[in-house]
């Protein structure tokens, strides 16, 4: 059974940092982790972060320069690195990941920016 599990969320003030986790139970060579997306209360979930290509990857204007996406093969994992956060940033936030046709999620972790 292919899981997603997201972790590294918390509360921070507005200027500070957190790095999410998403860990898959099964190979990351056998499950492509296309990236993070977030869901704020009330709005539609949106992409954060994504890899296009090996090495290529994609941020939302919103996020560019702040947040980076990045992955360790040996461990299952990607990430998503955030910085200088805002309230603005406050959500749920997933990854997603593709494989043999089929999308996964994780559960979610919330993120909460205090002004």
Do not use: H
């Not at 003030?13 to 060579?29: D, K, Y």
């Amino acid at each position: 059974q292919v899981q997603l599990v997201e972790s590294g969320g918390g509360l921070v003030q507005a200027g500070g940092s957190l790095r999410l986790s998403c860990a898959a139970s099964i190979s990351i060579f056998s499950i492509n982790i296309e990236g993070w997306y977030r869901q704020a209360p009330g709005k539609q979930r949106e992409l954060v972060a994504i890899f296009i290509t090996s090495g290529t990857t994609n941020y939302a204007d919103s996020v560019k320069g702040r947040f980076t996406i990045s992955r360790d093969n040996a461990k299952n994992t990607v990430y998503l690195q955030m910085n200088s956060l805002k309230p603005e940033d406050t959500a749920v936030y997933y990854c997603k990941g593709r494989s043999l046709r089929t999308d996964y999620w994780g559960q979610g972790t919330q993120v909460t920016v205090s002004s």
